[in-house]
Each structure stands twice: as structure tokens, then as C-alpha cells.
């Protein structure tokens, strides 16, 4: 048994439809997975190698709530896809990617877009103004025994009842078992682990009392408030 110096902090985790947590290990993020987001964002929109970022684990937050965060003035919404890892390894083939996939949910990506957007100017990380505390708002992981794997799906993010962001995943410019595939050429995935899918276009900013409402067809919706 280790003996720690200090309280060992809480294992992060995301709740699971219809009962049970799934322990969080790490969370990655692909940028730019919308050609028309790229485009939005000043980008090209080919097909280019895909790049990601991280989040913290425990930066998950299936609280309900979104507290507006500190030092920013233009914080913007992104509905993606999440994907939770049962398993994993290195270098894994494509035709085998899906086999690690336990389930997937309903999150936002919140963004402090003018941090990260002087971030970019300098030439810095992103992680000022994505990897901020409760900054991915999360709804329930559905099993792939109940859903299936989601190659295919609306997906859409309402603020006040206004349709800001739609979308649809079969757009992901690189699909689910590509994203898995390419990051197990660079990391040695394991259970546990998160891969945030990116999001379409509209993203844009929120303020305190706002409502969100994101939706993925076949797992539901994801209701969070601005406070």
C-alpha cells in the first residue's frame, strides 16, 4: 500500500445511463474535426493531418451547472462527441479501433476564446483557454450495447431555445476509429480514457444565466446553465 504524503485526490468520473460511474484517466481533444468550424475559424477545411489538445480529467462536470470563469470576457459554446475507451494499447489498426470503445455522451467544450485566441497569435498552448476548471460540461455515457456505435446523427446545441450549432456526425472529418487509431500511434491509450470529437459550426459566446441545450440523436440531450 503507498503511503501518500497528502489526501490522494478523487478519481474524476462521468455517470453512466441507467446507473454506475466511469473512471476518468485522461481526456484528448481533436481540433478543427468540422470542415465548415474550420472554415468559421479562419482555416482551411481539407483534410489535413488531425492534431489535438488536452483537457484536464477533472475538468468533467455533469453538475448541470456552468460557472461563468475567470479572466475572460468572451467564453463560447462547442457540442461534441464523447467518446470513453474500455481498453486500449498502442499502434492499434483501424479495423479493430471500435473494439476499445465502451460508450458515448452528450459534452461541451467551453472555451475561453479570447484566451485562447492570443494564445494562438503568440504561439502558445491552448490549455489557458480550454483546460480551465469544470470547463466540459458532460451528460450520461451510453453503453454501446444500448446505442451502437455513432457514425451517423444529428447533433445540435440550443442557447435560450435558439438553434445555434447543427450538425451532423457522419461531417466529422476524421471519423471515430481514425481518431482512435492515429492517437495510439503517439500515446499508449488505455481504460479509461476520453476522446472529445470536435464540433460544428456556430460556435459562439454565452453569458451568465444562459441556458444550453445539447443534443446527439441516439443518446439524447445535455441541459446546462450558465451561472
Given at each position: ?155 445540435e446545441l440550443k442557447v435560450n431555445g ?26 499508449e491509450l488505455q481504460p479509461g480514457d ?34
Amino acid at each position: 500500500m503507498i503511503d501518500f504524503v497528502i489526501p490522494a485526490p478523487p478519481t474524476p468520473w462521468i455517470p453512466v445511463s441507467g446507473g454506475g460511474a466511469f473512471p476518468v484517466r485522461r481526456v484528448y481533444c481533436i481540433g478543427r474535426n468540422y470542415a465548415a468550424h474550420a472554415i468559421e475559424m479562419g482555416y482551411n477545411p481539407d483534410r489535413e493531418p488531425p492534431f489535438f489538445f488536452q483537457k484536464n480529467p477533472d475538468n468533467l462536470d455533469p453538475s448541470g451547472e456552468f460557472p461563468y470563469p475567470p479572466r475572460s470576457g468572451d467564453v463560447h459554446h462547442e457540442v461534441e462527441l464523447v467518446i470513453a475507451l474500455k481498453s486500449g494499447g498502442a499502434n492499434i489498426p483501424l479495423n479493430r479501433a471500435l473494439d476499445h470503445v465502451w460508450g458515448y455522451a452528450v459534452s461541451l467544450d467551453m472555451t475561453r476564446r479570447d484566451l485562447q485566441g492570443e494564445a494562438k497569435k503568440l504561439g502558445r498552448p491552448w490549455e489557458i483557454g480550454k483546460a480551465f476548471e469544470r470547463s466540459a460540461p458532460v451528460g450520461p455515457l451510453v453503453p454501446v450495447a444500448k446505442s451502437g456505435h455513432l457514425s451517423a446523427g444529428r447533433i445540435e446545441l440550443k442557447v435560450n431555445g435558439e438553434l445555434r450549432q447543427e450538425g451532423d456526425l457522419n461531417q466529422m472529418i476524421w471519423k471515430v476509429p481514425e481518431m482512435i487509431s492515429h492517437l495510439s500511434d503517439y500515446f499508449e491509450l488505455q481504460p479509461g480514457d476520453i476522446i472529445m470529437s470536435g464540433t460544428p459550426s456556430g460556435v459562439g459566446a454565452v453569458k451568465r444565466g444562459d441556458r444550453m441545450e445539447a443534443m446527439i440523436e441516439g443518446l439524447g440531450s445535455l441541459m446546462v446553465t450558465v451561472v
